[in-house]
């Protein structure tokens, strides 16, 4: 633990997120969002970055996923003590919440480079007995409650936030809001810098905009207008009171609702999506405001596995804390790269049959899906034609799925029940499994452990998908819907496959289920299959091309390079 006194001296930048996921062990992440604040946070440390980062703490974590044996998700609460992995300060702050005080406790956990670089994580807890009830329970649950609920939680995260990084002595240099779920803080920030009185030329111009967007960058990571946290102005009177004057807050966050998407970009001189398209599809649907893109990567050191590892410190040394030397993946040895491959494979099919007594085996082309269940992700458009799929894969596939469906999406949990029926309309002909419980351990066994990394996501509802990316720093080949980060990444038989068309306006607006399939059977049929039983030289080729076009791009540390340069120094 870095002593405050010795991390208050420089200006930092200050980054905000509702969820970071940094640690199996530690349950503060659902999905994609937080995996992402963890690894910039790794890179940001490894890169020596002086940045600090922001959220709560959730003493009953996202839920423990139990699936039934028909396929019914139950959910348990996480049991985890944050006491076992922080240290709690002994500096407090006060918000107000609905007329009350709330008081704020804090725990910090470092992030430490082997480079010398360290981030802390400051994670707020409203957990004391001074406090209600109800308020005690503002930091238990990552996404549960109603919309109350989450305003609060998004108040504390953003007005608390900054509080807290004041009482603390930072100095702050930007404010890094990474998804609009903090863009409260730009609240606190205005009536920080609020322009005096006597000055002002109207009433209205005490609110400096100017000041807070000097100092605001703004990552927004949804693609469609329903994604974006919208809250009734009569519930923001009621829990957060008129801070600044409510004609003054319609202005920046919405007429109608206080959009914390709207506010974020009305106060941030730097936006930007998490991908080439998604920065398009970003600004069709903010018209009128300049968003940048930023392509999202992954912390290479922690989605390599083991096996893997080894090899690129053999041949790449270095690798870790430069990525860019994945291009010279061609000095690795074909068989030496199989070979590692083999191995996670192995450590994958062993914990399957174990998990589930399955049967899988280590020669048959192995699928692997895995991400959050819920709608849009189309988890079963493999499933589309049963016939078709089995006539193609019987005897040459196995299949492991993974995910868990956030407690209150109905249809997410029914994605699930039907993977478990369309596993048994198949007997067995072709193998399915789905495991229970995905996390960031169970994420690393399964993008380095299964042959082909599968994504068909409905577009463009992707905004860049990063599990992808993990597959490839582990030399797993993607095929994929060219969606999100894929429509970089891709390269048609060379760094992986496409399934279906290029995103057009057409394919955003009907489906394309049928013409999807249609192709993700095709293409497996004639390509996948072949190439991974008869071509295993194309095979090893495509891993390669993986690694060393896909993995040498697609990571944090370039990431981050950028967010420097183009968002944080200017
Ligand atoms: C990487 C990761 C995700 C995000 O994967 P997507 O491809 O963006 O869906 C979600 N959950 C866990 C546990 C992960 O490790």
Redesign the pocket.
Known sequence: MKGLHELTVEPKIAYFSMEI?FRNDIPT????L???AGDTIKSAADLKLPMVAVTLIYRKGYFMQEIDSRGRQIEHPVVWNPADHMALLPQRIRVRIEGRDVSVQIWQYDICSQTGGCVPIFFLDTDLPENIQRDRELTDSLYGGDERYRLKQELLLGVGGVRMLKALGFQIKKYHMNEGHASLLTIELLTRYKRDIETVWDERAIWDTEKVKDICVFTTHTPVEAGHDKFSYDLVREVIGEVIPFDVMKELAGPDKLNMTLLAMNLSKYINGVAKKHGEVSKNLFPGYVIHAITNG?HSFT?TCESMARLYDKYLPGWANEPELFVRVGKIPDEEIWNAHMEAKKKLIDYVNEKTGAGMDCDTLTIGF???ATSY?RASLLFRDIDRLLKIGKGKLQLVYA?KAHPKDTDGKKNIEEIFRKSEQLKGAVKIIYLPG???G???KL?SGVDVWL?TPMRPR?A???????AAHNGVINFSVLD?WWIEGHIEGFTGWAIGPAPTESTLTESTDEMDADDLYQKLEKQVIPTYYDQRHTWIRMMQNAIGKNASYFNTHRMMRRYVTEAYIR
């Open positions: 996921g992440y659902s999905g994609g937080g995996v992402l992954i989605w895995a991400r959050r992700k995910g995905y996390d960031m169970l994420a690393l993008v994504n992707e860049s998908g990063t599990s992808g990316m993990k999100g």
